[in-house]
């Protein structure tokens, strides 16, 4: 596993050191991430035994408390995971369209597209941790952080065309743009809401209205 990827995992975790680096421990460890996910996606919530873990990761009880003191750090663990493939897919998302566009009229609608796909691919998983974040501030600070880190990667990318922004206080016309299109998406694939209570609509419209707004802002002057 990336030393990213571990340091996030111990991160979260309430007793980083049980976490297995290699071996037949590091599978069993990973089967019983994998079925939390699992149920996790079928729930839509946390609403799950640590019991049920073990049949459907086909890990003993005993195992799992060797690895986790509780239900609570095995879900922090899951969203070590799930924060480490979101980041890396946005990371990815803000490279590809730096390079793909010239300027910031086509660089903006790209990143909230990209951004958004990648928070509906993996929406399974952060809709129910959005929810345990109001009753877990690890799990909120956690969530907290990583947003943040995305937020200052897309306003750094957005900066670098400063030239084009033609509002007053660029550094606060870009963080602005995106925090607003961000919830939008938010509130459409639901998070932080039960699950299918997101705002209906055409999902490809609301990706193009959003990123054509959020560029027309910027480029316009008061």
């Known amino acids: 596993m990336p030393a990213k990827a571990m340091t996030i995992e111990m991160e979260l975790a309430a007793t980083p050191s049980r976490v297995p680096q290699q071996g037949r421990s590091r599978a069993s460890y990973d089967r019983m991430i994998a079925a939390a996910e699992d149920l996790l996606r079928e729930r839509g919530s946390d609403d799950f035994t640590l019991l049920e873990v073990s049949k459907a990761g086909k890990v003993s009880i005993g195992s799992i408390y060797n690895r986790f ?24 998302v803000v490279d590809r369209a730096e390079s793909q566009a010239d300027d910031l009229r086509t660089l903006v609608p790209l990143i909230i597209d990209g951004i958004a796909e990648c928070l509906h691919e993996h929406a399974d998983l952060m809709r129910p941790m959005m929810l345990r974040a109001g009753s877990d501030p690890i799990v909120l600070a956690a969530g907290k952080r990583s947003y943040m880190e995305v937020e200052n990667l897309v306003c750094t990318a957005l900066l670098a065309h400063r030239d084009e922004i033609k509002r007053p206080d660029p550094e606060r016309a870009v963080a602005s743009a995106y925090r607003i ?8 694939l639901g998070f932080g809401a039960t699950p299918g209570n997101g705002v209906e609509g055409e999902w490809k419209v609301l990706k193009e209205d959003l990123g054509h707004m959020a560029s027309a802002y910027l480029r316009s002057a008061d």
């Open 69 to 92: 003191d509780s239900k609570d750090d095995l879900i922090r663990a899951v969203q070590g995971r799930v924060l480490l493939a979101v980041d890396k897919a946005q990371r990815e």
């Open 181 to 188: 299109a961000y919830s939008a998406i938010a509130r459409a």
